[in-house]
């Protein structure tokens, strides 16, 4: 089989860089590992920011996001027995996110692939990359071979593309944080119109949403906790300290559909490309999810990626080419700022003296009363417009 574009993995980066390509007449193939069900199920970002929700619109796979999605104009910080909240329509005007699963988009972006009769093959195994000096090529299952000018690792943290790359070609960097998140999903309406983020003495909390009759949350818990340390009238406990902080304030409970430990990490591999291998989404970087990054940074990256790729088939200019890991970058880099600096906002770190408590305190005393500073958190956390970044 020959393809002009093999993309390995079929999250959200690999699906949309498929479609894109499409859009400008170029071919792909993805090989994802997963069955279609499980791709669909599996429950992971909420956050869309402003520059994501334009890309999805444009590529005309944003018309149930549009429909289902739940535009917010801002969010709640919570601590200190108070509530403040940053007001994106008053500091970061024009611009806000929208809140709609990560599986929606891969529904979305699945259904248009398939629709247009584009290549995807689910459980595919065994996927090993070849040539990237050469002429590239993928082999996978019993002896399949995919003959590509280009790859995309679009397979994720654990993905096999970037495992392939010899390890003296990238530089990798790195932070590992001493906790980690449970989220759950439970079927109960969300009790507050906007999200919440919550620093208190017990650990961090988020109250977040799918739908008017689904709610997302997230608790700080140790490393090594495991699913079956939290029974659902444990999470329920647990959310309700420390989210009913503030006088009014009451959480709706309900049956617990989902939930699952996330490990909190930021790592960055430098650069994004070897050879004829480009690297998008979390197979390049990975942001501990506070900022709600991780999702809208893959976006970005397929973005920046289908350009050059388009450049170079129409001119035979390599110039995007060369330059898409350093254009990539720039972004990733300020992401993986304002995540680690989000979770250092908001987490309590066992650690953790009186000193680096009060300096906690202080920031967000700042964040919540200085304009400057909340414009800061609001136009980092609303995005930045893909041409100034
Ligand atoms: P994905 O989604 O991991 O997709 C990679 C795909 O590759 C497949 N794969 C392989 N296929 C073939 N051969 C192999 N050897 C393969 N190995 C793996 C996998 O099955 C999978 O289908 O990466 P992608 O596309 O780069 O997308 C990245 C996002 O998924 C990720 O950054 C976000 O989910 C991060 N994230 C958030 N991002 C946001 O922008 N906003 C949020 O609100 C947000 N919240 C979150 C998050 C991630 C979380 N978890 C669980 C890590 C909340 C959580 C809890
Ligand atoms: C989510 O809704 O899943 C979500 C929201 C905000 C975050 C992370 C995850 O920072």
Redesign the pocket.
């Known amino acids: 089989m020959r393809t002009q574009v093999g993309i390995v993995g079929g999250g959200p980066a690999g699906l949309l860089l498929s479609h894109l390509l499409a859009l400008r007449g170029i071919d792909s193939v993805v090989l994802e590992l997963r069955s279609r069900e499980y791709c669909e199920r599996r429950v992971r970002?909420?956050?869309l920011e402003q520059g994501t929700v334009d890309v999805l619109t444009a590529a005309g796979v944003g018309e149930r996001l549009r429909r289902e999605g739940l535009p917010h104009d801002g969010i709640e910080l919570r601590y200190g027995g108070g509530t403040h909240r940053i007001a994106f329509e008053k500091l970061v005007p024009g611009r806000n996110i929208t809140?709609y699963g990560q599986q929606e988009v891969v529904k979305d972006l699945i259904e248009a692939r398939l629709a247009a009769e584009g290549k995807i093959h689910f459980e595919v195994d065994d996927v090993r990359v070849h040539d990237l000096d050469g002429s590239p090529y993928i082999t996978y299952g019993d002896g399949q071979r995919l003959d590509c000018d280009v790859i995309a690792g679009c397979d994720g943290f654990h993905g096999v593309t970037r495992a392939s790359i010899p390890e003296d070609a990238l530089t990798t960097f790195q932070r590992d944080y001493p906790f980690a998140w449970l989220g759950v999903l439970a079927r109960v309406p969300p009790s507050a119109e906007e999200?919440i983020y919550a620093r208190t003495p017990k650990g961090f909390a988020?109250h977040?949403m799918r739908s008017p009759e689904v709610s997302?949350f997230?608790l700080q818990v140790p490393t090594d906790t495991r699913e079956e340390d939290w029974p659902d009238e444990r999470i329920w406990a647990e959310l309700k300290e420390r989210l009913s902080t503030v006088p009014g304030f009451t959480l709706h409970t309900g049956p617990i559909l989902e939930k699952s430990v996330t490990p909190m990490r930021s790592f960055v591999t430098e650069p994004m490309r070897h050879g004829k291998l480009f690297l998008a989404g979390d197979a390049a970087h990975i942001v501990p999810?506070?900022?709600?990054k991780g999702l809208n940074l893959a976006v970005a990256d397929v973005t920046v990626l289908t350009d050059a790729l388009a450049h170079w088939y129409a001119t035979g200019e390599t110039g995007l080419l060369d330059s898409y890991s350093a254009t990539c970058l720039r972004r990733v880099w300020r992401a993986q700022h304002f995540s680690w600096w989000m979770t250092h906002l908001l987490h309590t770190f066992d650690d953790e003296d009186a000193y680096g408590e009060r300096l906690q305190t202080s920031y967000l005393d700042y964040v919540t009363s200085s304009e400057a500073a909340a414009t800061t958190l609001a136009e980092n956390y609303v995005g930045m417009a893909l041409g100034r970044l």
């Not at 999810?289 to 709600?292: I, L, V």
């Open positions: 970002a909420g956050v809140v999200l988020l977040s997302r997230y999810p506070t900022g709600a």
